[in-house]
C-alpha cells in the first residue's frame, strides 16, 4: 500500500491510496479533478474509489469529473448523503469497509462540519483526518460544536501513538506560530517547527504527521477540558 500526497487548489491536500498488487486506488478528497488525473495517468493506476471526509467544496470539486471519467464510486457519511455530489455508499460511524483491494474504518469526528468523518486504515494504520486535525492545528468550528470538536480529538488521541496522520491543509507553518507563541517552553515543538522549516524549504509537503509529534507539540490536544478547548479554540480564530 502506498499513499501518494497530491496537492490541490490553494492548499489542500488530496491522497491517492495505492494497493500496489493490481494498482487499484481510492483517492481521498480530490479537492479539484486535473491534478488527480494527470498523477493517475503518471502513475497508470486505476482509480475504483473516492472517500470524501466531508462535504466542503475543497473537498469534494473533483468527485462527479473523476467519477464520470473513472466509473469510480463514492464514499461518504450516510448524514452527509445529500451534500456529497455523486455519493454512491453511505457509510456509518465505526463501519469496517473491505474489498479485495481496501479495509478500512470510518469514524464520525463532528465539530468543522456536523457529518465530518475520518478514514483509518487500520492494516497499514493511517489515518485520514480531513479537516478535524492538522498538522500542530484542528479544523475551525463551523456546523458542529466545541464539545463536538473536543471530543473527535479525544477520539483520535486514543489512537495508537505510530499513526500516521494525512490530513487536509498545508496549514502547518502557521499552525507552528501559534502554537509556539503559546507554549513556548515545548522543547519537541521546537524540534518539530525546525523539521517543518526545513521540509518546506525543499518544497516537501508537511504531510504526514503522526500521533506521537502531535500530542507532544499540538497545542490542541494537550486541552485537559471542553472549556479551555474553547478559549483556545477561539483564540485561534483571531491569531
Ligand atoms: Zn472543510
Ligand atoms: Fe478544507
Do not use: W
Not at 473516492?50 to 464514499?75: A, M, P, Q, S, Y
Not at 479495509?103 to 485520514?128: M, R
Not at 466545541?146 to 490530513?167: A, G, R
Request: proline share 3%; net charge positive; hydrophobic share 30%.
Amino acid at each position: 500500500m502506498k499513499v501518494i500526497t497530491v496537492k490541490c487548489l490553494e492548499d489542500n491536500f488530496s491522497y491517492i491510496v495505492l494497493n500496489e498488487k493490481n494498482n487499484n486506488a481510492c483517492v481521498i478528497d480530490p479537492g479539484e479533478p486535473k491534478p488527480i488525473i494527470d498523477r493517475i495517468r503518471r502513475e497508470k493506476v486505476n482509480l475504483r474509489y473516492i472517500l470524501n471526509t466531508h462535504h466542503h467544496g475543497d473537498h469534494v470539486g473533483g468527485n462527479l469529473e473523476l467519477k464520470k471519467k473513472f466509473k469510480c464510486k463514492i464514499f461518504g457519511f450516510i448524514k452527509d448523503k445529500d451534500k456529497i455530489p455523486g455519493i454512491d455508499v453511505f457509510i456509518k460511524h465505526k463501519e469496517l469497509y473491505h474489498n479485495d483491494d481496501f479495509e478500512f474504518i470510518t469514524y464520525h469526528t463532528p465539530g468543522h462540519t456536523k457529518g465530518h468523518v475520518i478514514f483509518h486504515f487500520h492494516k497499514q494504520n493511517l489515518l485520514f483526518t480531513g479537516d478535524t486535525l492538522f498538522s500542530l492545528g484542528c479544523g475551525r468550528i463551523f456546523e458542529g460544536s466545541y464539545d463536538q470538536m473536543f471530543k473527535s480529538l479525544e477520539l483520535i488521541k486514543n489512537f495508537s501513538k505510530d499513526t500516521l496522520i494525512y490530513f487536509g491543509h498545508e496549514y502547518t507553518l502557521q499552525n507552528s506560530k501559534f502554537c509556539n507563541y503559546y507554549d513556548s517552553n515545548n522543547e519537541k515543538l521546537k524540534e518539530k517547527i525546525l523539521e517543518i522549516t526545513e521540509k518546506l524549504k525543499k518544497n516537501i509537503s508537511t504531510t504526514p504527521t503522526n500521533l506521537k509529534d502531535e500530542l507532544d507539540c499540538n497545542i490542541f490536544l494537550k486541552c485537559k477540558d471542553l472549556n479551555s478547548f474553547s478559549k483556545l479554540r477561539e483564540l485561534k480564530d483571531n491569531f
